[in-house]
């Protein structure tokens, strides 16, 4: 599954892959809403859960409420599975599932939580940790103190979210230290890799309006980021 969503390379999820693929345990990935990154990792957790023996793997997100539906977007995964291609005889290898957590018979979990345990972990992500940060810092650093610890240097941690509060997000210090790697080419695969993944991937990101006009601040800025190559519509949306 992992590999098909990673050929169609839809948004940003081919570059996710290949980062993962690389080697790279901790990946900053910085992106739009509504990308498909977070279903992408549901099913990566999944995939892992599935086909490998003994993997702890957790998607932490800001809220109940969306952890709970980010775990329904896998159970849906492993429901069409389960369907249409009884002859892996996932039905049977399920030992326990209820509407956050799923346990196998290979030893492998797969939770949906808002704080991580003091366990060492396979696979976490980390689900829009900028907005956990803005909403609580002491929350923000209990993950980042607390439980990104206990994943060990073989363990794969990524952080996806869209971004907000500027330098004033007490994640802005990880943002920046990740940007700065990856400008002076000094990263290495313990430290997080920074992956910017932008709006203008997305080809339904657009507002077609014959009646609107794109601001002439809004035409500089983009020439100051060297996005000139931008059609009308796309500088609508935005």
């Excluded at 739009?32 to 990792?41: A, E, H, K, V």
Aim: some cysteine.
């Amino acid at each position: 599954a992992v590999q098909r969503l990673q050929r169609l390379g839809i948004g940003g999820m081919a570059g996710l892959y290949d980062e993962i693929k690389a080697g790279f345990k901790r990946i900053l990935n910085l992106k739009m809403r509504q990308g498909g990154m977070s279903t992408f990792l549901g099913i990566f957790a999944l995939d892992l859960c599935l086909f490998n023996n003994h993997q702890t793997t957790a998607i932490c997100a800001d809220t109940a409420e969306n952890a709970a539906k980010l775990f329904k977007r896998i159970k849906t995964t492993l429901d069409f599975l389960i369907e249409d291609f009884p002859e892996l005889g996932i039905q049977n290898e399920i030992v326990e599932i209820n509407k956050t957590a799923v346990s196998f018979k290979n030893g492998s979990t797969l939770t949906a939580v808002t704080r991580l345990r003091s366990q060492t972990y396979n696979f976490v992500h980390l689900s829009e940790l900028a907005k956990v940060a803005s909403d609580s810092a002491d929350k923000y650093n209990e993950i980042i103190s607390g439980g990104l610890p206990a994943c060990g240097d073989n363990s794969l941690v990524v952080i996806e979210t869209t971004f907000c509060d500027g330098k004033s997000s007490p994640m802005y210090s990880l943002v920046n230290s990740a940007r700065e790697a990856f400008l002076t080419d000094s990263q290495n695969k313990l430290e997080f890799k920074l992956l910017f993944v932008p709006f203008y991937l997305m080809k339904e990101y657009v507002v077609n309006d014959d009646s609107a006009t794109v601001l002439p601040e809004t035409e500089e800025y983009f020439r100051s980021c060297k996005l000139e190559f931008l059609s009308r519509e796309q500088k609508l949306f935005w």
